[in-house]
């Protein structure tokens, strides 16, 4: 009889396929003194284990084949830098001589060590990375006990067509599993920001992560169905439903090629509307993406990542080459900067010290916290204001809250701008100032904001955990997280009637934006600029393309009146229909 279970979809797609259970024994730490004519021997023991694990890595980085995402060749040289650091070259080693323990005891040791600080960072990613620490140091032991022979997958046997089943798999094993054509994997660990994670997305491998015990349910050889979009995991399914996976494998595929013909296609609804797509940023990989699908340009530059895992803060030189060289990707398409939106849940150290807030989400967060201290704002602004020079640039303030609030940072602008003046620097005069709406106090008076501002933005991310009262990364409640609540709709709605009244374009950058069983209901409540992740924007542009807003209209707007589930339900198939 079919068993269904239940993990968390981190890479889309369907696999089909035998189970193929991995079982990496954990290597065993026998905690032993060693006498002190044995130290020196002990140290070369540890050495040569290390020079195995290396030479293990370089081999499997040699193995990945040419055309990979570079996220793969990144990973494996990240663990060949951390096997390299004097961390786990030499300090072993030293610990080995000083208290006369075995290298398995001095390993472990560091490595705990190591792990307490990744612990104390209080950021989901830093955490994410501590895997990575385990792996490169779990080597290095296995190399120990092995007496240096490779730990890495048999050649031997064939892992083609197959679903991995395992605890957690290291960067080095999903390149090998690449390699050997894997249909899907499914594992008891990780979450959506775990290395396999990143890497089934990268390599489009259908996943599932955060299994738990799977491998005590599965049994190898049995047939399963992996859906990585829902995260369900169906094992022993009848002929029936495996019928119905190979229909839905291969209409996802025939969709993903039909996407990608509509990269030159215009962004126009079926009415004629003019929508202009536009992508969210972060990382260089996203620029390449952006141009792979033709976006407008950037609706949402978060700049963030300039702050995250360093000691110092970014100075006005790093902040204008960052923007100058994403100008230069964009080719002239308008690049929108988010000023910095520290706190909360994204990293706030070194940036504030203080004491931390009882609650971050409520506390000294974006533009709070760069009012509070100019010295973090101002370089940036100079260094936008540089950037603005020498292509498209727009400014946009994060987690407005009051009128004033923007006031000041428009004032602080403005000074910036007169300093650059009185001292010859060019930059451009007009350039454009938006405000993200995002706090339910700055939607219900969004037509104050948009009297001082030239465009909106509403992120729906931060909406709708402010108007539900949800931290947004409280896996406890995020059952409640709910774009379609009334209260959400009808915030979005008083916003985007702001912006026409005042006739300046309201964009939305939260995540709603890229998922496209809402676009009609957006354009529907008069929605016409969208900015999201790259990678959705030919599903959207998909779907807008098919809509005419003339008849979809009443059924978005009777949404605005319904709390009931069921009719909530009945309305949103007769806009997607
Ligand atoms: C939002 O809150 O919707 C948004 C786009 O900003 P972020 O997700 O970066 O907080
Ligand atoms: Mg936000």
């Not at 979450?191 to 599965?218: C, D, K, M």
């Not at 190979?246 to 215009?266: F, M, Y």
């Not at 060019?426 to 939607?443: C, L, T």
Request: charged share 25%.
């Amino acid at each position: 009889m079919a068993l269904m279970l239940n993990g968390m979809g981190v890479s889309r797609g369907v696999a089909i396929g035998p189970v193929f259970i991995l079982h990496r024994n954990q290597p065993e730490i026998i905690e032993k003194e060693i006498d002190r004519k044995n130290v020196a021997a002990e140290v070369r023991r540890f050495k040569s284990a290390h020079s195995a694990a290396r030479k293990q890595l370089l081999k499997v980085r040699d193995a990945i084949p040419e055309g990979s995402p570079e996220d793969i060749s990144a990973f494996i040289e990240t663990h060949i830098l951390m096997l390299d650091d004097s961390m786990l070259s030499s300090t072993p080693g030293d610990l080995i001589k000083h208290h006369h323990c075995n290298a398995e005891w001095a390993l472990k040791l560091q490595r705990d060590a190591i792990v307490k600080v990744f612990e104390s960072m209080n950021d989901p990613y830093i955490a994410t990375r501590r895997d990575d620490v385990y792996h490169v140091f779990d080597r290095v032991l296995q190399a120990l006990a092995s007496g240096g022979k490779n730990r890495e997958i048999d050649d031997t046997v064939s892992w083609k067509d197959q679903i991995i089943v395992a605890d957690d798999l290291t960067p080095a094993d999903t390149v090998l599993m690449q390699h050997h054509g894997v249909a899907g994997f499914v594992t008891e660990m990780g979450g959506p920001l775990s290395h396999t994670a990143i890497l089934a997305r990268s390599l489009n491998i259908p996943a599932i992560v955060g299994l738990t015990e799977a491998r005590r349910y599965l049994k190898a050889g049995e047939q399963l169905v992996v859906d990585g979009s829902c995260g369900l995991v169906l094992a022993d399914p009848d002929d029936q439903t495996i019928d119905h996976f190979h229909k839905r494998q291969r209409e996802i595929r025939r969709k993903a090629r039909e996407l990608v013909k509509l990269t030159d296609a215009k962004p126009r609804t079926k009415s004629g509307e003019k929508i202009t797509l536009l992508a969210n940023i972060e990382i260089d990989d996203d620029l390449k993406l952006l141009r792979k699908v033709n976006a407008a340009g950037v609706g949402l530059y978060r700049t963030e990542f300039l702050y995250m895992h360093r000691k110092d803060i970014p100075d006005e030189e790093e902040h204008y080459k960052t923007y100058l060289k994403v100008l230069r990707a964009l080719r002239g398409a308008p690049l929108t900067i988010r000023t910095v939106d520290l706190g909360a849940d994204k990293e706030v150290e070194p940036v504030y010290t203080g004491p931390l807030a009882h609650n971050p989400a409520m506390g000294l967060r974006g533009i709070r916290l760069c009012l509070n201290d100019p010295s973090l704002f101002v370089p940036q602004l100079r260094a936008i204001l540089r950037a603005s020079a020498k292509g498209p640039i727009k400014i946009m303030f994060p987690m407005l809250t009051t009128v004033p609030e923007l006031l000041q940072a428009i004032q602080l602008l403005e000074n910036t701008k007169d300093t650059l003046r009185s001292k010859g620097i060019k930059f451009d005069n007009k350039i454009q100032v938006g405000g993200m709406i995002e706090v339910p106090a700055a939607a219900i008076s969004a037509a104050h904001f948009a009297e001082h501002l030239d465009f909106l933005s509403i992120g729906t991310n931060d909406l709708i955990q402010y108007t539900l009262a949800i931290d947004r990364i409280d896996d406890q409640v995020n059952y409640l997280y709910d774009p379609l609540n009334p209260a959400v709709l009808a915030l979005i709605k008083i916003v985007i009637e702001a912006g026409l009244k005042r006739k300046i374009p309201v964009t939305m950058c939260g995540e709603m934006a890229g998922n496209s069983e809402y676009t009609r209901l957006l354009l529907g409540l008069g929605l016409r600029n969208f900015s999201m992740p790259p990678n959705s924007i030919l599903e959207v542009k998909n779907v807008l393309r098919g809509t005419n807003i003339a008849t979809i209209r009443r059924h978005a707007l009777a949404l605005l009146r319904y709390s009931d589930r069921n009719k909530q339900v009945d309305l949103m198939a007769k806009l997607n229909a």
